[in-house]
């Protein structure tokens, strides 16, 4: 089993209260849980992989039992500094008074780069890291387990798109998810039966934005509308990539970046993800990988973001 450096003792909850004056939240804790390490194909055919112990840092924004939870999926940098986007959220769900709770899919598996996170953390594998955490949380004596709600940024909002299908919730769930949010998440990848979903999705997006390109969220909002399932999208202008992150700095152009979260693939048979332009695994020098993004705060679009959220929120809370 890789535990690497995560202590065993994370297996349990730690907490600690914390005074209302010096936080947003009352108390945080570190809760362990077992997820699996897989490839993407391994994960569209539901086979059993090696387990890996991972956390979550969840923050009770107030005392008392029944609290909302939004749990957090970071992106590629990880949960840190570089963790802006999700470290920021938490901080505005906390203030409005909902718990939340930062699933770490990298530490325990040892990844330091992007190109390990590519490698030993594919998007829809984190799937299983979010089902994996939700049934501790609904298990937590001061959660309320019927307003557990899920965000995914970038690289994790896969696995809050789609911990919202049918089909994974069937394979990798105990429980299910009151609601998911994606921001600025990649949806370019077309899965079997993925539109058969069970709760609101709420897709926040920036127009200008480059490094994930906002189309094929519009294409997979538009399907399923079309299947009569709940979602709602929002799109904001000059908004880029962790246009929510105040971490992020200004915008700028990173010209020797490049990305490859426009490139729609497709589930093919066996499991295996294929490029639809070409019909085979996505290569590194397919047409559609390109170079030079765009990332940056914006703090005008940053708040219209939480008052959205928020008010999705607080229409789909049971």
Same mark, same amino acid.
């Given at each position: ?26 108390? @945080?804790?570190? /809760? ?9 194909? @391994? ?17 009770? $924004? ?57 490698? &030993? $953390? ?6 299983? &890291? ?9 298990? %937590?004596?001061?959660? &309320?387990?019927?307003? /557990? ?31 998911? /949010? ?20 709420? /897709? ?51 010209? @020797? ?7 729609? @693939? ?19 020098? &397919? ?18 973001? %939480? ?12």
């Amino acid at each position: 089993m890789r535990y690497t450096h995560l202590a065993a003792a994370l297996a349990f909850a730690t907490a600690s209260a914390l005074p209302a004056a010096h936080a947003q939240f009352v108390r @945080q804790e570190v /809760i362990g849980f077992t997820s699996a390490n897989a490839t993407n194909q @391994q994960t569209l055919l539901g086979e059993k992989t090696p387990p890996v112990l991972l956390a979550c840092h969840l923050r009770l $924004a107030k005392t008392g039992p029944k609290q909302p939870v939004v749990m957090l999926m970071h992106g590629a940098g990880g949960v840190g500094a570089h963790d802006g986007a999700s470290a920021e959220w938490s901080r505005v769900f906390n203030e409005a008074g909902y718990s939340t709770c930062t699933v770490d899919s990298y530490s325990g598996r040892g990844i330091r780069t992007l190109g390990d996170a590519q490698k &030993d $953390a594919p998007y829809i594998n984190r799937v299983q &890291d979010a089902f994996a955490a939700l049934a501790v949380l609904v298990k %937590h004596p001061l959660v &309320d387990p019927d307003n /557990i709600f899920i965000m995914g940024f970038s690289g994790g909002a896969p696995a809050a798109i789609y911990s919202n299908v049918e089909r994974f919730q069937k394979m990798y769930g105990t429980a299910k998810f009151a609601a998911h /949010i994606s921001v600025y998440g990649v949806c370019a990848a077309t899965y079997r039966d993925d539109e058969a979903t069970l709760s609101p999705l709420l /897709i926040v997006h920036g127009t200008d934005e480059d490094w994930v390109p906002v189309a094929p969220c519009r294409e997979y909002g538009a399907r399923l509308k079309k299947a009569g399932r709940p979602v709602e999208m929002v799109e904001y202008r000059d908004a880029y990539h962790v246009f929510d992150a105040p971490s992020a700095g200004k915008v700028r152009k990173l010209e @020797q970046v490049s990305t490859s979260a426009g490139c729609r @693939q497709r589930e093919a048979d066996g499991g295996v993800l294929v490029n639809v332009e070409t019909s085979n695994p996505l290569a590194p020098n &397919d047409a559609c990988i390109v170079k030079g993004v765009t990332t940056g705060y914006s703090p005008v679009a940053a708040k219209k973001a %939480h008052e959205d959220v928020l008010a999705f929120l607080g229409r789909v809370r049971k």
